[in-house]
């Protein structure tokens, strides 16, 4: 028998790190080839990881709610001596066009899912450096740089090149002398309990040195060097900070709530952002929905209000295309997109989520309808693929659904537009020439300034307002 490691594998989409949500293993469970074996978290889905050997489980490196970087050891296991010669096997064969290159072009083997760490490497990858620490010595800085040169993620070893980069003064004592300079340079390892503990205490994790596995921090740990720090003006302030945190609850930012918030700042700040409103009457449309779902072949697809304004927006496309476009700063040229990625934004239990219906352009309105359900089913259950979560080209967001009439959406990054649907509300309105109840809707769309003027952006918007208010309309569109 051989003991062979299994690391967090590359997911795709330049994710650099995963957090581990749940093993569906234990020391000593036997695991067949493909067996699922853990569960974890990436910035944009819930992704099960399969055993990649048949064998038996012989440690877990790694507890529930710890971060983990790509290429990191997650699980041990003890395997033939035969099996263990080489990497871990590839996932089944599948023709070219599913699963692409055998190998990814710097030269790393497929594993399972996504590409592992170089083979050439045995090396760990350097974990993400904590702003504002120094190595001291230099020594321990050519140490670290070695790391990072040979970590798996280009983003980690970055951060670590550069948190190494300014030698610590001579003069600032080591604040605890059971870590090594290269662990100062690192974030702490502790658990998300351990954690809010220490915030309790007032204690500085940085600070403590880790007895756990790997160095990492230990409940105990904390209350032993808070005791040993004790000191009346220090048991003041803890005292302090157990009182607010009391009546405080910290949410770590990571998961979907890291990645949205980062879009939207790039979104925010990255393009010049203007709204135009329109508020129509869709009596009409709201009438034909009804009549449509009484179709037979439209029955089981039930289409909706999302996927008749969904339809309306793909037409109004074909008359502005502009709006389905995208800024690229390094070609400096506007890119105009021949098809629609068509992006629904879903609100679920993880946070926002935007999966892609791809080449929505080319669908019917039953298969538009029916997309939909299914990308939202799959977004809220958290089971949406990371490459699902990509390639937009346009959006729409429902707010409609929360009871609000309207609102400025940001675009997402690299989309030149985005349309939010408001509620609908009955409403005096003026109809044949009186004032009557009427079926009415407000609609948002965001746009960047840079690619869509506001005329295009206006008449874009009133092509979708047409069609929804007299849907015969479309008759001249198409």
Not at 145 to 155: E, K, L, N, R, Y
């Amino acid at each position: 028998m051989a003991v062979r490691e299994f690391a967090l594998p590359d997911l795709g989409e330049g994710l650099t790190e995963s957090e581990l949500v749940a093993w569906k293993v234990a020391v000593g469970d036997t695991v067949q080839l493909n067996q699922i074996i853990a569960e974890v978290e990436t910035a944009k889905a819930l992704v099960e990881l399969p055993a990649p050997y048949d064998g038996r489980v012989s440690r877990l490196f790694v507890e529930p709610g710890v971060t983990v970087a790509v290429g990191e050891p997650l699980v041990a296991f003890e395997v033939d001596a035969g099996e263990s010669e080489g990497d871990a096997p590839a996932a089944p064969a599948a023709p070219a066009s599913e699963t692409g290159p055998s190998a990814s072009p710097d030269g790393r083997e497929p594993t399972l899912v996504g590409y592992g760490a170089r083979p050439e490497s045995g090396a760990r990858p350097a974990r993400r450096a904590r702003p504002g620490l120094a190595v001291a010595g230099s020594a321990a800085g050519a140490g670290s740089v070695a790391t990072a040169q040979t970590a798996q993620t280009a983003v980690t070893a970055q951060t670590a090149v550069t948190s190494v980069a300014a030698p610590a003064s001579a003069a600032s004592p080591a604040p605890n002398t059971g870590a090594t300079a290269t662990a100062l340079a690192e974030r702490p390892r502790a658990t998300p309990p351990v954690r809010k503990f220490a915030r309790e205490l007032g204690v500085d994790l940085a600070s403590v040195a880790g007895s756990g596995d790997r160095g990492l921090i230990t409940r105990g740990d904390v209350q032993q060097y808070a005791e040993q720090r004790g000191s009346g003006s220090a048991t003041a302030a803890g005292a302090a900070t157990v009182d607010a945190g009391a009546r405080e609850k910290r949410i770590p930012i990571r998961g979907v709530r890291k990645a949205t918030a980062d879009a939207m700042v790039r979104s925010a700040f990255g393009a010049p952002q203007a709204t135009v409103f329109l508020t129509i009457d869709v009596t009409p449309t709201m009438e034909l929905i009804s009549r449509l779902r009484a179709l037979p072949e439209l029955v089981e697809a039930r289409p909706g209000l999302l996927a008749v304004v969904a339809k309306a927006l793909l037409l109004a496309v074909r008359r502005t295309p502009e709006v389905n476009s995208r800024w690229d700063d390094a070609a400096n040229e506007i890119v105009q997109a021949e098809y629609v990625h068509l992006g629904i934004a879903a609100a679920t239990p993880r946070g926002l989520m935007v999966p892609v219906i791809r080449d929505a352009d080319g669908m019917t309105l039953g298969g538009l309808s029916g997309a939909i359900r299914s990308l939202a089913e799959i977004a809220r259950a958290g089971r949406t693929a990371p490459a699902d979560l990509s390639g937009g080209t346009i959006t729409i967001t429902n707010v409609g659904v929360f009871g609000v009439d309207a609102g400025t959406p940001i675009l997402t990054p690299g989309e030149a537009a985005i349309l939010a649907v408001g509620a609908v509300r009955r409403q005096p309105w003026e109809h044949d020439g009186g004032i009557a109840l009427r079926q009415v809707l407000t609609l948002a769309l965001t746009f960047d300034h840079r690619i869509v003027d506001g005329e295009q952006a206006s008449r874009f918007l009133a092509d979708i307002g047409r069609i929804l208010a007299d849907p015969a309309s479309v008759l001249t569109l198409v």
